[in-house]
């Protein structure tokens, strides 16, 4: 009996904790109409394009900096330049910048959850 109880608790923490994603994981409407996927790689979390001209290109690569803020590169998938970039979640919101020259030019979008 008690053996029957230790393996449901742990089935159960392991399904639990299966299902804990990251909030900056899943698939994002970008501002340009694309789907971009965000999904955990190696310690990271990578951006691929799922939809659009560039589908199937992987545009960056983040870490979590605290709370809900995120750190990393980011690439223009147009010229294929990166930049350094940072994330800001916010609800079903995701603000993207990236920055060159120490911050001092960058480009922001803001993404939707889908």
Not at 49 to 68: E, M, N, P, V
């Amino acid at each position: 009996m008690i053996g029957r109880l230790v393996l449901s608790s742990a089935a159960l923490l392991l399904a639990g904790g299966i299902a804990m994603a990251d909030p900056i994981e899943g698939n994002w409407r970008t501002e340009s109409g694309a789907t971009a996927q965000i999904a955990s790689c190696g310690g990271s979390y990578c951006i691929t394009l799922k939809s659009g001209k560039h589908a199937g290109k992987k545009i960056g690569t983040f870490q979590a900096a605290g709370g809900s803020k995120y750190t990393g590169k980011i690439t223009d998938p147009a010229n294929d330049k990166t930049y350094s970039g940072k994330g800001t979640l916010s609800g079903n919101s995701l603000k993207m910048g990236g920055c060159v020259l120490g911050g001092l030019i960058c480009r922001n979008q803001t993404w939707s959850r889908l």
